[in-house]
């Protein structure tokens, strides 16, 4: 099988090339017109020899992803369901326009193991994480397709990025370099449902990349019921956690609280929630909950939504609302590629 030239960061690259007796800065030509000029084909680098682009077409791919659908919501935001190519599967990506750029929520597996109650991923099969040039294609697929130029990246879409630790780290850093796409790591966000051992990981790695932590519930019981994840790793080892990334990196926090009716809304919630990270420097991401398929979880009500913030900023936790993007496209994570199994199936 071919090996895709977008798995290799540049350094790895080069020494590829030295194996295939290639002068190593080929492979810095090549990552250009990969990263800079967003080519689909060998054939277009043009200032390769004739010879080294049919040596690049016999051994490696640029799985280029083609798009199965794209949604556009009346907001703008626009949902990408992709064909990786090799397999047969289909990923999503979403991009969002806010004022200070366009924003893209990447996937990180195909399908995900966490199965958080509220997250249409659950109950779909996973199947593995992507590779690190499939999470980058992602960005540049939709570049070349919509013509513009990705500022922001989130890991907020199908899977948990950390449990696809090195693969996730490898395109962030081919995203990062000044050689690849140039985005800012602190324009890269990382989201967690909580590895904590992978948090510490991550602290350790010096990236900048903000760390955005899915706490949604402020003690153990009720966490623990929404988020499997908090058996293995409670609240406390959680905070703890990213108490240490704070110190280490000297960013910022991100907890996201997604509010669901009549189940972690309240105001007594609110308060066990300020006693947990009063004193950390974090921000809360209030989320009103996505109502999915087959979901138990419903959507606060926009009163409790506006108290349980206001609550928060009187008490000193700087809480914003998170503005809904694509309701009426699904854009919730793995809602489309759930449907699209569905329509295979059925
Ligand atoms: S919310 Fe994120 S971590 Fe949880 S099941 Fe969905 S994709 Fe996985």
Redesign the pocket.
């Known amino acids: 099988m071919k090996k895709n030239i977008k798995d290799y960061n540049l350094e790895e690259l080069k020494q590829e090339f030295v194996s295939i007796s290639e002068k190593p800065y080929r492979a810095e030509q090549v990552f250009k017109w990969i990263y800079e000029y967003n080519v689909t084909s060998f054939e277009e680098m043009t200032n390769l020899s004739k010879e080294l682009r049919e040596k690049l077409n016999e051994n490696y791919t640029l799985k280029n992803f083609s798009i199965l659908k794209k949604l556009e919501s009346k907001d703008g935001t626009k949902k990408y369901l992709f064909d990786i190519q090799d397999d047969g599967n289909a990923i999503e990506t979403v991009l969002m326009e806010y004022k200070y750029g366009k924003t893209l929520c990447v996937s990180s597996q195909i399908g995900?193991?966490?199965?958080?109650k509220?997250?249409?991923?659950?109950g779909i099969p996973f199947i593995r994480g992507l590779t690190s040039g499939e999470i980058v294609e992602q960005v540049l697929a939709v570049q070349r397709d919509e013509n513009v130029r990705i500022s922001n990246i989130v890991f907020?879409?199908?899977?948990?990025p950390l449990d696809n630790y090195d693969n996730v780290v490898k395109a962030i850093r081919i995203l990062n370099h000044p050689k690849g796409l140039a985005i800012g790591a602190r324009h890269i966000s990382v989201?967690?449902?909580g590895i904590v051992p992978k948090i510490y990981d991550l602290a350790k790695e010096q990236i900048q990349c903000t760390l955005s932590v899915?706490l949604h519930c402020p003690n153990d019981e009720k966490r623990s019921e929404l988020?499997p994840?908090n058996k293995i790793y409670n609240i406390e080892e959680l905070i703890k956690a990213c108490k240490f990334y704070i110190e280490e990196t000297g960013r910022r926090v991100s907890f996201e609280y997604a509010l669901a009716k009549d189940n972690n809304d309240n105001l007594e919630d609110a308060k066990e929630l300020i006693k947990l990270i009063r004193g950390m420097n974090c921000h809360v991401n209030l989320i009103p909950i996505n109502k999915i398929e087959n979901g138990k979880f419903i959507k606060s009500t926009n009163e409790n939504i506006i108290k349980f913030r206001d609550y928060l900023n009187e008490h000193g936790i700087v809480a914003t609302i998170r503005r809904e993007l694509g309701s009426d496209i699904d854009a919730a994570?793995?809602q489309l590629r759930r449907q699209n199994l569905y329509n295979k199936v059925n």
């Open positions: 995900c193991r966490m199965g958080c509220f997250c249409a991923s659950t907020m879409g199908i899977g948990e989201s967690t449902s899915s988020m994840v994570c793995g």
